[in-house]
């Protein structure tokens, strides 16, 4: 309204009459004076009010997105279809994150690459899109709008240019007993590799670790067998330096190590393994070609059983938190079960059925009364192996009251959901915050859900917390919503309200530097005309901060003041008061 009649809006002060006194005092006297008092008070700031203006930072048109999984792959796609550059940068020599491990998803059972591998060429393929593969940030600079990022691309050993994925060299590798991550460990891949047949870029990389040229100066067979002389074992990470004005994070989620709980055989039995060690030999493209083998003796198990909340609300030896997607996948896997063994026995042993979702709670239905799926309502105490072979399962059935005691072939565990390794590194080089579990968190749960405290850095997927695919790629919209928005203006308009650094009195001792959370103040070196350094003070960035006021309240030397907020007006509204 002050905007409209022509008048600076920060000339203007408001009483609150009505909430903060009509409202919430029995006692009219009173409140009248409480009115009074409310009014004199905003006069005397009013008094001495100066006139700002928005803060105007150039926007460079370019977005970051960290995670070249289903979240990363999404908002990539959806910011590039809106006109912008996108840089998608990946720490795997592919996209695709973990949905290209599964076998089918929940609770349609689409082919898991069916779905992907379309959106993996097509943001492979797209002119608005860069990929970097095989690439991490290394470091950030900058602000919102102007973000300095330094990208570490590593050593591929093959030039991706000359390559034509024929496949001679990883053929040829002398060096074929790696475990093969991609698979969980149950197969083996060679030093030279592509992760998996649908990967995108559909180039190998070489494993410096492994290979035998790099590691004694022996073999060298690839390069001898590869027609178009794309070997180059002398390649070293490059550093890219670019400039981008928004960066989501795409960062995705690792499966907690349930070596914690010796009680399940503390990652020492083979025939108990994790959700993704099921996939893939549930997967036509797994290391058993779709058949459900046991990793110990390759024979088909006549009984599996799968144990929920492995990890999950355990504050003790795991997590606190409830994985969200594990009473669904388990589910699906023992649906998957059955379906390729008939008459094999799944048992489901859960805490709580949380299927919440469209189809879900019918999804678990199906596992029950069409393919059979034994559901019983408890924990487990312990796993051992018989002399047998066979694993010995010991549980309760909260529901009868009775012990429940299963001899299973196969045990599969729903391992609680954990944030990537690195990913808090990541977190603090953009100066977003983190939760107690290292999950990335939102500026606000319900208002602001995919932004953070940085300015112009957003939340996409399984970073954030554990999520299924939908909400995966719902989010992933959502933060390409943003960044469009953001981009749809050549330069960023901001709240005036920022601190101010009294440039005669500071006397640098770096307090306000050590404080500011979003990272705004740094050094400011003064010089006289012959370009000496005369002085060294704190200067604030417009574009970082964000007003907190942290900074004036911790200055020593009484330097710094926040515009619209100053010692002069604060003190005023104190004394008007007396």
Known sequence: AAAEAGLNPYLLEMANIREHCSWVHNDKAEATKKAIDLVRVMVAKAARNRALYPIRVPVEPTAMVIGGGIAGIQAALDIAAGGKKVILVEKSPSIGGHMARLSETFPTLDCSQCILTPRMVEAASHPNITLMTYSEVESVEGFVGNFDITIRSKARCVDPVKCTGCGDCWNKCPVKKIPDEFNAGLGNRTAIYVPFPQAVPNKPVIDAGRCLKLTKGTCGICAKVCQKEAIDFNDRDKLVKVKVGAVVLATGFDLWDHSAYKEYGGGRLKDV????????????????????????????????????????????????????????????????????????????????????????????????????????????????????????????????????????????????????????????????????????????????????????????????????????????????????????????????????????????????IAACPYKAITDLEIKDKAGKTIAIVAEVNEGLCQGCGTCAAICRSNSIELDGFTDDQVFAEIAALE
């Open 273 to 512: 393994v994790d959700g993704f060690a099921f996939e893939r030999l549930a997967s036509a493209s797994g290391p058993t070609n779709g058949e459900i083998r046991r990793p110990s003796d390759n024979s088909v198990p006549e009984t599996v059983v799968f144990l929920q909340c492995c990890g999950s609300r355990d504050g003790k030896a795991g997590k606190k938190y409830c994985s969200k997607i594990c009473c669904m996948y388990s589910a699906k896997h023992a649906m998957l079960y059955k379906h390729k063994v008939h008459d094999g026995r799944a048992v489901i042993f859960y805490m709580d059925i949380r299927a919440a979702g469209k189809g879900y709670d019918e999804f678990v239905r199906r596992a029950i009364e069409a393919d059979g799926v034994e559901y019983i309502r408890g924990r487990v105490s312990r796993i051992y192996r018989r002399q047998d072979g066979k694993l010995m399962v010991k549980g309760a059935d909260t529901l009868t009251g009775k012990p429940a005691v299963i001899e299973a072939d196969l045990v599969v565990l729903a391992d609680a959901i954990v944030p990537r390794s690195g990913s808090t590194a990541l977190a603090r080089l953009f100066g977003v915050n983190y939760d107690e579990d290292g999950f990335y968190s939102e500026a606000h749960p319900k208002l602001r859900p995919v932004e953070t405290s940085a300015a112009g850095v957003y939340l996409a997927g399984a970073c954030q917390a554990p999520k299924d695919i939908p909400d995966s790629v719902s989010q992933a919209s959502a933060c390409a919503a943003k960044v469009l928005g953001l981009f749809s203006n050549p330069q960023l308009e901001r709240e005036p309200v920022i601190a101010r650094v009294n440039r005669t009195s500071c006397v640098h001792c770096g307090a306000c």
